[in-house]
C-alpha cells in the first residue's frame, strides 16, 4: 500500500498569511495526487485533482504542484473561511489512500 | 443539483450487522463509479470500498463489508457484518470524477456508526 505522509498536523497562521502544506508518497504517484478541504461537522470538499488542477469553482488562492512522491497544497492569501483541515489522497494503484491531515488555525 | 443522502447509522453493538443506504440525485449511479470513506471521531479519513464495475475493499473492511448498488433506486449500499469497535466513524458515499480516476468529487454528509458494547 502506498503510506501518504501530511506535515505539518497543525498549522497556525493569520489572514492574509501564505500558507504551504506538504503530502510525501511512499511511491511515485504520478500526478495522481488530490487536495480535499474538510470543515468541522462538515464533509471534505475537493480542491485540486491531478496534483494541480483547480476543481471548479474553488478560489484561485488554492494552488498545487509537486511530482513524483512530494507534493504542496499553496494558498496564496489565506482568508478568513480557509480556517479547516486539508488532506492530500493519491489514487494511483489498487484502492487509495489519504494522508493525515493538516489542520490550519488562527 | 448533484446530492447524495446517507443513512442507516446506528449503535451497534460488536459482532454485529449494519447496512448503510446512500440515496442519490442529480446524476444516476449507473454512470459513475462510487465509494465508500470513512472517518473516525477526530481522527483522518480512511478509504472504506470503491465500486467501479468490479468491487475494491480496503484491508480492513475485506470480507466483513460489501458495497453494492441498486439502478431502479439509485442508490448505493454498504453492508457491513462483524462489526468492530474499530469500526466507529462517520461513513461518506462519495461520487468518483468521470475521469477514471478515483478521486472524490460529491460527497454526502456522512452517517455515524457506533460499534460498543
Known amino acids: 500500500d502506498i503510506q501518504m505522509t501530511q506535515s505539518p498536523s497543525t498549522l497556525s497562521a493569520s489572514v492574509g498569511d501564505r500558507v504551504t502544506i506538504t503530502c510525501r508518497a511512499s511511491?511515485?504517484?504520478?500526478?495522481?495526487l488530490a487536495w480535499y478541504q474538510q470543515k468541522p461537522g462538515k464533509a471534505p470538499n475537493l480542491l485540486i485533482y491531478d496534483a494541480s488542477t483547480l476543481e471548479s469553482g474553488v478560489p484561485s488562492r488554492f494552488s498545487g504542484s509537486g511530482s513524483g512522491t512530494e507534493f504542496t497544497l499553496t494558498i496564496s492569501s489565506l482568508q478568513p473561511d480557509d480556517f479547516a483541515s486539508y488532506y492530500c489522497q493519491q489514487y494511483n494503484g489498487y484502492g487509495t489512500t489519504f494522508g493525515g491531515g493538516t489542520k490550519v488555525e488562527i | 443539483q448533484v446530492q447524495l443522502v446517507e443513512s442507516g447509522g446506528d449503535f451497534v453493538k460488536p459482532g454485529g450487522s449494519l447496512r448503510l443506504s446512500c440515496a442519490v440525485s442529480?446524476?444516476?449511479?449507473?454512470?459513475?463509479?462510487m465509494g465508500w470513506i470513512r472517518q473516525a471521531p477526530g481522527k483522518g479519513l480512511e478509504w472504506v470500498s470503491t465500486?467501479?464495475?468490479?468491487?475494491k475493499y480496503a484491508d480492513s473492511v475485506k470480507g466483513r463489508f460489501t458495497i453494492s448498488r441498486d439502478h431502479a433506486k439509485n442508490s448505493l449500499y454498504l453492508q457491513m457484518t462483524s462489526l468492530r469497535a474499530e469500526d466507529t466513524a462517520v461513513y461518506y458515499c462519495a461520487r468518483l470524477s468521470n475521469s477514471g480516476y478515483d478521486y472524490f468529487d460529491n460527497w454526502g454528509q456522512g452517517t455515524l456508526v457506533t460499534v460498543s458494547s
Open positions: 511511491q511515485t504517484l504520478n500526478n495522481w
Open positions: 442529480g446524476f444516476s449511479v449507473s454512470d459513475f463509479h
Open positions: 465500486l467501479i464495475g468490479d468491487t
